[in-house]
């Protein structure tokens, strides 16, 4: 008699830890809420699937223990999800930042080659079933629908997600399933999410976007940078470098820590080279005003909120400019601070920072040290990544491994 596997969760680690699942023998059912597998996989990348990344390094990782994923990452790293989807029929497209996307350049093609195979393996799909609890007798799991309907197996995997992007079905309710089997979570909180700033001139710059670099400082320490398009918004800010910084600006918030927000706006000069720069473009135009001078420098919108926040009359002629109010100018171009207030909600955060307990989860199968057969994958684990592909690999990793392991008899 083959093991009977049930996985809560259909998404990329609740497939793939199915199918792993499947190939080692095991009766296999994905009990999936939604109406269908894999939602949330249509949303990455900008609907392109940035599905792993040749960089990744376990510094890419967070939560109280980020070091728990060498062994997941070591048995089935960036290499073998690679070759697995070149299996299924996905050709790998590789950019100089170490993203691999499908050369589609589409999201449904991962999907779909994850659901062809799980159809072509007789896995046992059945959406639609949100799972309300689930019980451990004898070795055996009970699992209880919230539609009255129960299922049972020898083995669970828990992949249920997280909290974030809940129109996806990630609603925090695996927390739930796995608190009631003995296990503790670590507070959750939106991980690469937009950060709220508390800014009286935000509302005129909304959709103003620069390449940029942001840095994260707490105590006058750079805790972390990050360099690409930022987007000011009528909230605060976003784009990808603050996505980046968002996880550990939280994190501090979330310990009583006031976190600051440095932009650089000119970041391919310092602030000395800025400001003689400055002085030699000022000397081309004497009779212009400081409002007209910076045009072509920095995008318009920008002008009248810099000069406001240096305490320069943005009509004052360039001639009458001391030097003084030009070091001002050099310096919020290339320092411009914000103090931190919050994030966006559940629904605009990628991933969730924190969840299940990895000291109570063996890391080289997955498997919960608290519940004999009992299984966690993807981001309901305390662990989460950077953006660049490090979650989906991360999924990818854990689901493969507690697959494996839950499969074998």
Not at 234 to 248: E, T, V
Not at 330 to 353: C, M, P, Y
Request: glycine share 10%; net charge positive.
């Amino acid at each position: 008699m083959s093991v009977k596997v049930i996985v809560v969760g259909g998404g990329a680690a609740g497939m793939i830890s199915a199918i792993s699942a499947k190939k080692n023998g095991a009766e296999v059912t994905i009990l999936e809420r939604n109406s269908r597998v894999g939602k949330k996989i249509l949303a990455t990348g900008n609907g392109r699937c940035n599905y792993t990344n040749k960089f990744l390094d376990v510094k890419n990782y967070h939560g109280k223990n980020f070091k728990f994923v060498y062994s997941p990452l070591s048995q089935f790293g960036v290499e073998e999800t690679i070759s697995f989807f070149e299996k299924l029929g996905i050709v790998p497209a590789i950019e100089d930042s170490g993203k691999v996307f499908p050369l589609s350049f589409q999201a449904s093609s991962i999907l779909d080659v994850l659901r062809y195979e799980l159809d072509n393996l007789g896995i046992e799909t059945i959406c639609n079933a949100f799972v309300k609890d689930i019980e451990n007798k004898g070795g055996k799991f009970l699992i209880n629908l919230k539609d009255g309907r129960r299922f049972s197996g020898d083995r669970v995997i828990l992949a249920t997600g997280g909290k974030a992007m809940p129109s996806t079905g990630s609603d925090g309710n695996g927390y739930n399933l796995a608190k009631k089997l003995g296990h503790n979570i670590v507070d959750i909180f939106p991980g690469l999410v937009q950060l709220k700033l508390e800014e009286n001139f935000l509302k005129s710059i909304n959709g103003v976007k620069v390449l940029g670099t942001a840095y994260l400082i707490n105590k006058n320490k750079i805790l972390r940078e990050d360099r690409g398009d930022i987007l000011f918004t009528d909230y605060g800010i976003s784009g990808p470098p603050i996505l980046q910084l968002s996880r550990k600006a939280l994190e501090l918030l979330n310990n009583g820590k006031k976190p600051i927000l440095k932009i650089s706006i000119l970041n391919s000069i310092d602030k000395n080279e800025l400001e003689e720069s400055l002085k030699i473009r000022f000397g081309y135009m004497p009779k212009k005003t400081i409002e007209i001078g910076l045009i072509g420098l920095i995008n318009k919108r920008l002008i009248p909120v810099i000069l406001k926040e240096t305490k320069i009359d943005r009509l004052k002629n360039i001639a009458n400019l001391s030097n003084e109010e030009i070091e001002k100018i050099a310096h919020i171009l290339t320092d411009w601070r914000f103090e931190i207030k919050g994030s966006k909600s559940w629904s605009n955060a990628q991933v969730t920072a924190g969840g299940v307990d990895t000291r109570e989860i063996e890391s080289s199968t997955m498997e919960s040290k608290l519940v004999e057969g009992l299984y966690f994958a993807g981001e309901l684990v305390d662990i989460d990544g950077d953006c660049g592909g490090f979650n989906l690999q991360w999924a990818w990793s854990s689901g493969y491994i507690a697959g494996q392991n839950a499969g074998i008899k």
